[in-house]
C-alpha cells in the first residue's frame, strides 16, 4: 500500500523531514514533535507512531542548530510524561471494559496480555523499562490503569523513565548523529536503533510462544 511505503520512508529519512519541517515550520516544529511523543506515548491505538528513532533523529538535528537540544527535551520530556498520564487514566476508566471483551477493534488484546506479562517479570519498574520497548511502552501506562496501581507510584516511574527515555535517545542523537560515517549511513542506523528496540519484544514472543507449545 502506497501510505504503507510513505511510512517506511518517513521513518528511514526522519532526519531529511526533520530539517524540512524546521523550515517550513520554524517554532511550531516543537509543538508538532510533542504530538507526536504525545500521541505514541499516550494513545493506545497509535503504537506505529516513530519513538526512538524519531528522538535520535531530533537530536542528530539540534547538533546543526536547528533545534534548541534543551528546549526539545523540556518539551519532549513533558509530552511523553503527559501522554503517560492520559494513558493511565484510559486505563483505569476504561481498561477492565477492554480485558472483558475478546475482540476489540481499537486494540490488540494480545499487546494487552504481552504487556501485562511484562509487568509480572519487571514489576513497578516495568514502566520505567517499557520505555525502550516500542508497543509495550505505549501499552504499559494503560496496563498499570488497568491494574489501579497507586498512582503516586506511577507517577514517580512515569517521570523517572520519561525524562531519561527523552535525554538518553536525542543525546545520542546530537552526539553520534552527524558522525561522518553514521550522517552518510542514516538509514541503517534508523533500522539498527529500530531493530534494538522491538528486539527485547521479539524474544519475549518467542519465549511465551515456546512455552505455550505441549511437551
Same mark, same amino acid.
Given at each position: 500500500? *502506497?501510505?504503507?511505503?510513505?511510512?517506511? *520512508?518517513?521513518?528511514?529519512?526522519?532526519?531529511?523531514?526533520?530539517?524540512?519541517? #524546521?523550515? !517550513?515550520?520554524?517554532?511550531?516544529? /516543537?509543538?508538532?514533535?510533542?504530538?507526536?511523543?504525545?500521541?505514541?506515548? $499516550?494513545?493506545? @491505538?497509535?503504537?506505529?507512531?516513530?519513538?526512538?528513532?524519531?528522538?535520535?533523529?531530533? +537530536?542528530?538535528?539540534?547538533?546543526?542548530?536547528?533545534? !534548541?537540544?534543551?528546549?526539545?527535551?523540556?518539551?519532549?520530556?513533558?509530552?511523553?510524561?503527559? +501522554? !503517560? %498520564?492520559? %494513558?493511565?487514566?484510559? +486505563? /483505569?476508566?476504561? $481498561?477492565?471494559?477492554?480485558?472483558?471483551? *475478546? %475482540?476489540?477493534?481499537?486494540? %490488540?488484546?494480545?499487546?494487552?496480555?504481552?504487556?501485562?506479562?511484562?509487568?509480572?517479570? /519487571?514489576?513497578?519498574?516495568?514502566?520505567?523499562?517499557?520505555? /525502550?520497548?516500542?508497543?509495550?511502552?505505549?501499552?504499559?501506562?494503560?496496563?498499570? $490503569? @488497568? +491494574?489501579?496501581?497507586?498512582?503516586?507510584?506511577?507517577?514517580?516511574?512515569? #517521570?523517572?523513565?520519561? @525524562?531519561?527515555?527523552?535525554?538518553?535517545?536525542?543525546?545520542? $542523537?546530537?552526539?553520534?548523529?552527524?558522525?561522518?560515517?553514521?550522517?552518510?549511513?542514516?538509514?541503517?542506523?534508523?533500522? &539498527?536503533?529500530?531493530?534494538?528496540?522491538?528486539?527485547?519484544? @521479539?524474544?519475549?514472543?518467542?519465549?511465551?510462544?515456546?512455552?505455550?507449545?505441549? &511437551?
Amino acid at each position: 500500500m *502506497e501510505w504503507i511505503q510513505q511510512f517506511i *520512508e518517513l521513518v528511514l529519512h526522519l532526519d531529511e523531514h526533520l530539517v524540512a519541517l #524546521v523550515r !517550513d515550520y520554524g517554532a511550531w516544529t /516543537y509543538a508538532i514533535l510533542c504530538l507526536i511523543i504525545f500521541c505514541e506515548t $499516550g494513545l493506545v @491505538v497509535t503504537p506505529f507512531l516513530p519513538g526512538d528513532s524519531l528522538l535520535f533523529a531530533v +537530536g542528530a538535528v539540534a547538533a546543526t542548530g536547528a533545534l !534548541d537540544p534543551q528546549t526539545v527535551c523540556l518539551l519532549l520530556a513533558i509530552a511523553a510524561i503527559s +501522554g !503517560d %498520564n492520559v %494513558n493511565y487514566a484510559a +486505563g /483505569y476508566w476504561i $481498561g477492565p471494559v477492554v480485558f472483558s471483551r *475478546e %475482540n476489540s477493534r481499537l486494540l %490488540n488484546k494480545q499487546h494487552l496480555v504481552r504487556t501485562h506479562r511484562f509487568y509480572e517479570k /519487571y514489576g513497578a519498574k516495568a514502566i520505567i523499562f517499557a520505555r /525502550y520497548v516500542p508497543i509495550v511502552r505505549t501499552f504499559a501506562p494503560f496496563v498499570a $490503569g @488497568v +491494574g489501579r496501581m497507586a498512582y503516586s507510584r506511577f507517577l514517580t516511574f512515569s #517521570v523517572a523513565g520519561g @525524562v531519561t527515555w527523552i535525554v538518553l535517545l536525542v543525546s545520542a $542523537g546530537y552526539f553520534f548523529g552527524n558522525i561522518p560515517v553514521v550522517k552518510d549511513n542514516f538509514s541503517i542506523v534508523i533500522l &539498527a536503533i529500530i531493530a534494538i528496540s522491538v528486539m527485547p519484544a @521479539v524474544i519475549e514472543f518467542w519465549r511465551a510462544r515456546s512455552e505455550a507449545r505441549p &511437551a
